[in-house]
């Protein structure tokens, strides 16, 4: 028995794997930090919702639970992040959140001019950010603190200051891993007077979250990663419960109005997380979500985060072994403690040696430059013998040159 089978005969989580829809039982996903898997029941959810309750129910369904699928599921979201119900919203994407919750953070914090970030963060939310200042009319400016070595946070003394208006963060780097301390930079955040927005994309699903004893205050994050939520399902949001009067939605659509069915023609923003919805919402897609929600929420995420870290453990570990002495660096955090579910290895020719382990070897893990190879582990299906079959094809790549023979252009979607 391999060291990879040892470890799966004793996992306690091993079963979920059968919850999958698993069609190539040979192909190695170590991408479900970009795409997770299909839960089974969500094939069955979905046919549920077009042949049943769009077919037969037609525009009846909005009564009968669509309404209010945004709330409940939200409130599902909640349970795995550690908000109160009511506190938690599933709605539009990740960025269009982000958006919002910018522009109503920076108008509850009035006079103040700063927004402060770092450069691990997602692009898409420094691009919402610069959007949002010149859409305000450039009265704000965005200070992207460093990272010290490009793979930890940074730290923000001497940033956070009176004139500090927003601490928007992505809790778990998208490329090195690296898991902020939620707690630590909201305290000082709140020091200093100002608000803290989290982007959880990388985190829900794959780290424990406690958003109420760390109090934080607003988050967004996305349901088609480690919540297995299928592409480009609808993401959520999280305003903490005594800000939601203070905070308004900049995109004042009917879903969002008090009493959308009183078709009054003056905007009354609705009570409570509701006010933070746009317009109608896409009920097909949102369903889908609950079956991987469901599956987090059985499994708890106490056990979920303990395999997690076994997990990318023993890819560090199989790295020094393998592939350290060819030349591949860890662009991730050694301590477990500050990793999130995914590990990091850099090559400089790292864009070609990902496509030869999707192309040739039957494993999908993900490349980000400008050399990071990314090996996404979801505990609720990926197995420790799996993680040493891709490190060993890994090597085998690097060995024979495999990746040589591709063009050094990166393809269109990586
Ligand atoms: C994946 C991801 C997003 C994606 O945003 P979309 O609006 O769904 O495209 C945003 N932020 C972070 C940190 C991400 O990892």
Redesign the pocket.
């Known amino acids: 028995m391999t060291k990879g089978q040892a470890l799966d005969s004793g996992d306690p989580l091993k079963a979920f794997r059968d919850r999958f829809l698993i069609e190539e039982p040979d192909l190695i996903y170590l991408d479900g930090n970009?795409l997770g898997r299909t839960p089974i029941t969500a094939v069955e959810r979905l046919s549920r919702a077009v042949k049943t309750e769009w077919s037969e129910r037609l525009v009846r369904g909005w009564g009968e639970g669509w309404i209010e699928a945004p709330r409940r599921l939200g409130d599902k979201i909640g349970q795995l992040i550690g908000a109160k119900p009511g506190e938690t919203l599933l709605c539009d994407?990740?960025?269009?959140?982000?958006f919002k919750l910018v522009v109503g953070a920076l108008k509850a914090r009035p006079g103040r001019t700063k927004i402060v970030t770092d450069n691990l963060?997602?692009p898409?939310?420094i691009y919402l950010l610069q959007g949002v200042i010149e859409m305000l009319g450039d009265s704000h400016r965005l200070e992207i603190v460093p990272s010290l070595d490009g793979l930890h946070g940074a730290r923000f003394d001497g940033v956070l200051d009176e004139d500090t208006a927003l601490v928007t963060l992505?809790h778990t780097a998208?490329k090195s891993g690296f898991v902020y301390d939620m707690a630590a930079v909201t305290s000082a955040a709140h020091q200093s007077g100002a608000l803290t927005l989290w982007?959880l994309?990388?985190s829900v699903g794959a780290v424990p979250l406690d958003l109420r004893h760390t109090r934080a205050d607003l988050a967004?994050?996305?349901t088609?990663?480690y919540l297995n939520g299928g592409p480009?399902s609808p993401?959520f949001l999280y305003v903490r419960d005594d800000l939601q009067e203070e905070l308004k939605s900049p995109i004042w659509g009917w879903f969002g109005q008090q009493d959308p069915f009183a078709f009054d023609l003056q905007y009354q923003p609705a009570p409570g997380i509701g006010r933070f919805q746009a317009g109608t919402p896409p009920i097909l897609s949102m369903l889908t979500v609950e079956s991987g929600v469901d599956l987090l929420l059985e499994a708890g995420m106490d056990p979920i985060r303990a395999k997690s870290v076994l997990q990318t453990d023993f890819v560090i570990e199989l790295w020094r072994e393998h592939l350290e002495p060819r030349g591949v660096t860890l662009n991730s955090p050694l301590n477990s403690d500050l990793r999130g579910s995914h590990v990091s290895l850099g090559h400089s020719d790292g864009m070609r040696v990902d496509r030869a382990l999707i192309e040739d070897m039957n494993v999908i893990p993900d490349f980000r430059s400008p050399d990071n190879i990314r090996l996404g582990v979801c505990p609720l299906y990926t197995t420790f013998e799996e993680i040493e079959r891709a490190i060993e094809r890994f090597a085998r790549v690097l060995q024979d040159g495999v990746h040589l023979k591709y063009p050094l252009e990166p393809p269109a979607v990586t």
Do not use: I, L, R
């Not at 994407?93 to 982000?98: A, G």
């Open positions: 970009s994407s990740t960025s269009v959140n982000f963060n997602f898409s939310d992505s998208f982007d994309s990388h967004v994050g996305c088609y990663k480009g993401a």
